[in-house]
């Protein structure tokens, strides 16, 4: 069995489901992970204080890669060990073409979070992420506040069609991955600076931690962790994850729903 020093989890679909923690099944698999020396970091699109509840009740400390990689924060110090930041022109041009095609735009600074309008979709945001957003133009942020990522959210299959214009009338300012959350439907799309990726943020972690890639699993479900699978020493799709996603794992683990990150613990490091 390889000596694994460090489990990289996926958030939504992968470490959660339905709800805001994880099963107490996946709860007691980290545990017991813990104390078999291995050490656990989230590898996230969401933003580092959309994480701190988990980091807090599964006693996370150490380093976890946030906003789609575009940082490595420290639990709980909150240092900021890596980050690039979302050039302004690409947040501006998001802004625009957000408001143009009529969809939901979240902007990400490293501790606040913004919206333009309130509402329905605003409120399963602050419940599934246990924050609340600063509603305001999003326009006056642009050269006055370091954005790390801008959120695009889909909530059916024509805004879909029109978040993919968007993405790809992007692609000259920043590049947008897209993950599928299979609790809600909700399409989320991360638009970040060109040369972020959980991919260089793992191995900017693994470099901090004086280990190699070889000793780390990884477990993800959606399309933004393929760049992670093709570096880990070992990845776990989750059983609701595209084929694109299972064709670079090592194994297929059940779904969130039946505990996937519980299993694949258990068998592969306990």
């Known amino acids: 069995m390889t000596d694994y020093k460090l489990l990289i989890l996926d958030v939504d679909g992968t470490l959660i489901g339905h709800g805001v923690y994880p099963s107490p099944r996946v709860a007691e698999a980290i545990k017991m992970a813990k104390k078999n020396g291995v050490t656990i970091a989230l590898g996230t699109g969401r ?7 988990l980091l ?24 900021i060990i890596f980050l690039q930041a979302l050039p302004p022109r690409a947040m501006q041009r998001l802004v625009e073409l957000s408001r143009q095609y009529e969809l939901f735009l979240e902007i990400y600074a490293h501790d606040f979070y913004f919206i333009e309008q309130d509402g329905q979709l605003a409120e399963h945001q602050r419940q599934k992420l246990q924050i609340n957003p600063l509603v305001t133009d999003l326009m006056t942020l642009v050269n006055r506040v370091k954005v790390v990522k801008g959120q695009l959210l889909a909530v059916n299959e024509d805004e879909k069609q029109r978040a993919d ?11 947008i991955s897209w993950s599928l959350d299979p609790s809600n439907g909700i399409f989320f799309g991360n638009a970040v600076a060109r040369s972020v990726s959980k991919c260089g943020a793992l191995q900017e972690v693994t470099d901090y931690l004086g280990i190699t ?3 780390t699993l990884a477990i993800g ?29 090592d194994w297929v683990a059940p779904s969130v729903e039946d505990d996937g990150v519980a299993a694949a613990i258990e068998r592969f490091i306990l």
């Open 47 to 53: 933003a580092s204080e959309a994480c701190y509840h």
């Open 56 to 79: 807090r009740g599964l006693d996370l400390d150490g380093l976890h890669i946030v906003f789609d990689g575009a940082a490595v924060i420290e639990w709980p110090s909150h240092d």
């Open 165 to 175: 214009l968007v993405t790809k009338e992007m692609e000259n300012f920043c590049k």
């Open 213 to 215: 890639l070889d000793q």
């Open 221 to 249: 479900d959606s399309y933004n962790d393929i760049g992670i699978f093709k570096v880990a020493g070992t990845k776990v799709a989750m059983g609701h994850s595209p084929d694109s996603l299972k064709e670079l794992a």
